[in-house]
Structure formats: C-alpha cells, structure tokens
C-alpha cells in the first residue's frame, strides 16, 4: 500500500479486484456533434457519438471514492469529506461522505486527506514522440483532453487507440493543418500545411479540414485578409470551428466578430493594446522571409525583426484601449490560451534548463533542444535581453488584466517546443497564470471549466458534477492553497479507468524505461520542423 491512509475495500460484499492493468472495456466517448454549438457533423471516417475519449470501466464498473475534499472547478468552495461514485465512464454520485448510496459491490477507495479536482485540460499542444510515452504521460500527469493545433494523421491514430482501449491517453481535440497565407513560415516543414493565396483556396482548405476529420481550422499569422475572411465564412456555413493565430492582417475586433473560437499566444493581443498598432501592423506587413533558410534560422530572423515592434507595443500600451478590448473578449464566446511557458522560454532563455521530468523522455525528442533554442534566442544584446524580458513581463500583466475583466483564460503550453514536457508543462503554465495574477481557482478553471466550455464541452467535462464524465485527478494537498500542489498527483481517474497510486508509479517507471532505451536522433531539426515547433513564431 502507498505512505496514505488510502484504503480499499467492497461496498456490501461481492467481487474480487480487477488488475488495475488491463483495458477496462468499452470505450466511451463525447458527441462528436457537440465540440462546439456549431461543430462538424460525424463523418463515417469516425464512427463515434462524441469527440474522442479513452477507453473507459466496463458499464458496471463501480467504485466510490470516500473522505475527500472535492473542489469542483465551479468556483464554489472546496467541500471536505466527500464521496465521488463512479460508475463506468460517468460521475454517478458527488456529496457528503455517509449520505451517498454507494452500489453494492462497488469498489470502496478511503482517500482521507486527499484532495479531487476535474481531469485536466491542455488546450494548445504539437505532439510528437513515441507512441508509448506521450499518450500515457499526458493522462498519468492529469492531462485527460488535449487540443492538437496541427493535426496529424499520427495524432488520429492515437486518438482511435485511445477510443479502442488499446493505449492509454486523454480525449484528443484535433485540429487541421496549418492554414497560412503562401509563402509560409512553414514552408519547408515536413509538417502538415495547406497554403492559400486568395479566397477560394481558403474556402477549399476549410473543406479539406472537414474531408480529414478536424475538429477545428487552424489558422495562422500570414494569412491575407480575403483569405480569413473567406475562412470564417466557409467554416461558419460548415459548422466547422476555426482557432489559432490572428493574422497580421486582421484586427482581433474583426476577429472577434468572425466567431474565432480560440486566440493562441499573446502576440496579437498585445499589439491591439498599444496607441501604435496602425505603425506597428505597417511594419510587419514590411517583413519579408527568405524561404531558402531553413525553419529555425527564418525564425531567428523573423523574430530578430518582430521584437523592436513589440516593444513598440509596449511603450505604447493604451490602457482605455484594452479595457475596451477586453471588454469585447469578456462578451464573446471565444476565449485566449496565453502559453506564457512557450513565451518565457523565447523570451527568458536564462531561465530554460534541464529538469527531472526529463527523463520520461527519449534523447531523440530533447537532444536537440538547447540547440535549437540558442539558434532562435541567441546572439542577443543586453539591451535586446532587457527588452523582450520587458516584454514578457507586459504580457503576463495583460494576462492578469484580461482574467480580471471577465476573458475567458484558457491554460495552454505549446508542447512540442524546446524545454516544454508533454503533461507536466501544463503544471508549469497554472504557476505563471497564478504568477500572472490569476488566483489558484482561476488558474485552476483555465485547465478545466473554462475550455470545457468554450470547446462547448461543458455538458461533460470540465467540472467534477454528477452526470460529467469521469475524469479526475487525486492531489495530495490543496491546490487552492498553493498551485503548485497539481503536480502532487495521488491517483487518476482517466474516463472511468481508475488507477491508483501504485499503478500510476508502475505505469511512469515504464515510460521512463522505453525513455532511456531509445538513441538520439541525428535529424532533431527535422523532427522539430514536423511537429510544429517554434508554431508561435508567427
């Protein structure tokens, strides 16, 4: 038994333990109708009722978790000695430890001095890896949903081995390719991309995007004007949804009103609260790329040109100018995924170094990644440094300030960059929103009842309630207290699939195994350019 109080037993008799191990039945997922209020219709390429889930407990799988303190993601205080009843794929039962009839036969778990907050959901991620370690590392860190932002047929696959019960993993919310404007940041990548020029190309992208089975568009910053325009159009007759970068070309109150679900990073909305957006928009329309270099070194060089810009920006901040913006987000559906990990490690380099979660990762995907990071960070002056650490540093206080006027805050990492493991980075991003002046109920919140909602998955997850399904994360102190107690992971309900705090130990020690007997790629960069990294850039 682990160094808890967690005991187990059975509820009026019956039954002998399962191996915690095994693939526990059917899997059960969302409506793939519901992942928004105009979401796409199922397509026969996906046979199911819902968006992705994993594979869950058998139907009359019954367990009662006893004696914990529930805090729900609702915004209401936490409720000590309480009793969550599981049964199957769903939440049967929430309340007073004592008052909840638990089923009989029912599987009895005492988690005196626990704590329970909802699965946790990752909403901006560019998976790449091994399929043994980073399915599994989302779900065992508490990641139960991720959003990919540059869908893969990879990332379909896992999605229906998860679906299928034959690897464990979240719910995967996939978006398209990378829909830019021609020529691309990513022209040369070996990731997918679709390149438009003109309205009708991007009208056709968007129905290529339904054709492959994304959940959403991704757009991207160089896109032209027609060709966004004509995005949101077409993805709004399709009911299709559309998130990612807002381009260069487009205002974020445009944006807003054409129903963009999701404003990635903090690039352009920092440029729509600075009195010198008019010079600072004509400035990068003035950039140009040279699509002979390879991804990394246009990057470094783009974003060389970008920052004087952004700390235009900054000098100009308008504060009646973002009280208004803010004000639109707040009345809006959409919602913004900061990524402040992927912004402090561009923009801080001095603070990127090696961790202990490391280690659940094979060489061939962190081999490359101090390389990398110096290409795209290095050969700053002090002064420059000093700068975009300003500017870092404004980002975090617009963050604070958009959460405070009512925005919808979604906690997102850009995983898939340099320095930004899978599952524990977004561990890594509830700090700095905290940091950012988030309290840890909101912070929280970011990770679980906010997207829920503006994914227009609210109706089951996000919130740990009666009816949601089961996902949930077993905390050994209160996050409410300290944020940084999410990362103190007891055990883990993944769509109804309990797994305890021994299994959970088992289960990383093997990741790390398959880890350390993989070799260092010799193609990093390749592999990089694959999964979307430095996506940010612009």
């Known amino acids: 038994m682990p160094d808890s109080k967690e005991t187990v037993g059975r509820h ?70 309480m009793t969550v009843v599981v049964n199957g794929a769903r939440i049967a039962a929430v309340g007073r430890t004592g008052t909840v009839a638990v089923p009989p036969g029912a599987r009895v778990v005492d988690l005196a001095g626990k704590y329970v907050i909802p699965g946790l959901i990752e909403s901006h991620v560019h998976s790449v890896g091994p399929e043994a370690v980073v399915p599994p590392l989302y779900a065992l860190t508490g990641v139960t949903t991720v959003r990919e932002m540059r869908g893969e047929a990879l990332h379909h696959e896992w999605r229906h081995k998860i679906e299928s019960g034959r690897l464990l993993g979240p719910r995967w919310l996939i978006g398209s390719a990378i829909v830019d404007g021609r020529p691309s940041l990513h022209t040369h990548d ?97 950039i140009t790329v040279d699509a002979s270099q390879d991804g990394f070194h246009r990057y470094r060089d783009w974003y060389a040109a970008v920052h004087p810009l952004e700390y235009e920006a900054v000098l100009g901040y308008d504060r009646a100018k973002a009280r208004a913006l803010f004000a639109d987000l707040a009345g809006d559906r959409s919602g913004v995924v900061p990524t402040l990990v992927i912004h402090r490690v561009l ?70 960059n340099p320095f930004v493991v899978p599952g524990f980075a977004l561990h890594d991003e509830l700090e700095l929103l905290v940091g950012a002046g988030l309290t840890a109920m909101q912070a929280l919140q970011a990770a679980t009842e906010q997207p829920a909602r503006v994914f227009g ?29 999410t990362r103190g992971i007891h055990a883990l309900v993944v769509n109804g699939r309990l797994i305890t705090h ?5 289960l990383l020690k093997d990741i790390e195994k398959t880890a350390g007997s993989e070799q260092p790629s010799t193609t990093g960069t390749a592999t990089a350019q694959g999964c979307g990294c430095m996506d940010k850039l612009r």
């Open 12 to 81: 009026g008799g019956g039954g002998g333990a399962r191996s915690r191990r095994e693939v526990l039945g059917r899997a059960v997922t969302l409506a793939g109708t519901a992942l928004t209020a105009t979401a796409v219709a199922p397509t026969p390429a996906r046979a199911t009722t819902d968006v992705g889930g994993p594979a869950g407990a058998d139907a009359d799988e019954s367990y009662a978790l006893t004696h914990v303190t529930v805090i729900d993601a609702t915004g209401a205080p936490a409720r000590g000695d």
């Open 190 to 286: 070996t990731g997918s991309l679709i390149e438009v020029a003109n309205a009708e190309e991007a009208r056709q992208a968007v129905r290529q995007a339904q054709r492959e089975n994304a959940d959403f568009v991704k757009v991207y910053s160089r896109l032209n004007r027609a060709s966004y325009l004509a995005i949101a159009d077409e993805a709004r007759r399709r009911r299709i949804p559309f998130a990612g970068h807002c381009p260069d070309t487009v205002s974020v109150p445009e944006a807003i009103r054409t129903r963009h679900q999701t404003f990635e990073h903090m690039d352009s909305l920092m440029l729509a609260t600075s009195a010198h957006e008019k010079e600072i928009r004509e400035g990068l329309a003035a």
């Open 347 to 416: 923009e801080v380099p001095e603070e990127n170094h090696e961790t202990d979660e490391w280690k659940y990762l094979p060489a061939s995907m962190t081999g490359w990644w101090r390389e990398v990071a110096d290409v795209v960070t290095g050969g700053r002056t002090p002064e420059q440094a000093r700068r975009i650490r300003e500017i870092f540093d404004h980002k975090r206080k617009l963050v604070g300030q958009m959460r405070r006027s009512g925005v919808r805050i979604l906690a997102g990492t850009d995983t898939g």
């Open 457 to 485: 998955l609210g109706h089951a997850l996000g919130t740990v309630e009666s009816g949601k399904l089961a996902d949930l994360v077993v905390l050994d102190a209160d996050p409410l207290s300290d944020i940084r107690n």
């Open 502 to 506: 021994q299994e959970r130990a088992g």
